[in-house]
């Protein structure tokens, strides 16, 4: 059985450093983590759930309307170009396009569109699409109907 040598000081022996280091880097990757949760906190976290859920359900009426109305949509993108498809009932010159990315609300952005034709409209992004965006078309502020989807570019 191995004892300690009483004339060496603590600091200088094994078990005591041993048993230091181990809390010391629980509490190292604690703050890391701690570092890591505040720099990049979720954008999918909402707190006023109760307005957030008024405001779906109003979403889900104008989809409603939109699936009444027999209206529908495709979108295709080349480059900086969106060129939507739209069936139905529409004859509005502009509509809105709102482009959602799912984990980043930074990359969100919405888009006019122009009619180029009967059914179809063309609009310019600010950058290249590529993966994975939640799109929404209505006929902007206070449109009775949306159309929304989503696409792989």
């Not at 604690?30 to 505040?38: D, E, G, H, P």
């Not at 939109?66 to 004859?91: F, K, M, S, W, Y």
Request: glycine fraction near 8%; hydrophobic fraction near 40%.
């Amino acid at each position: 059985m191995a004892t300690l040598n009483s004339s060496t000081p603590w600091y200088r022996q094994f078990w005591p450093w041993f048993l230091i280091v181990l809390p010391g880097t629980v509490v190292i990757a604690s703050i890391y983590t701690l570092v890591l949760a505040t720099r990049h906190a979720d954008d999918l976290v909402v707190d006023e759930y109760y307005r957030e859920g008024l405001s779906i359900n109003r979403q889900l009426e104008r989809t409603r309307a939109a699936e009444n109305l027999g209206i529908d949509a495709t979108l295709t993108a080349e480059g900086r170009q969106v060129d939507v498809r739209i069936t139905g009932p529409i004859d509005q010159p502009q509509l809105r396009l709102l482009l959602s990315h799912p984990m980043e609300s930074a990359r969100d952005f919405k888009v006019p569109l122009k009619m180029i034709g009967a059914g179809s409209y063309r609009g310019a992004v600010p950058q290249a699409l590529s993966g994975r965006w939640i799109w929404i078309i209505d006929a902007g502020d206070g449109s009775a109907w949306r159309v929304d989807g989503e696409q792989y570019f």
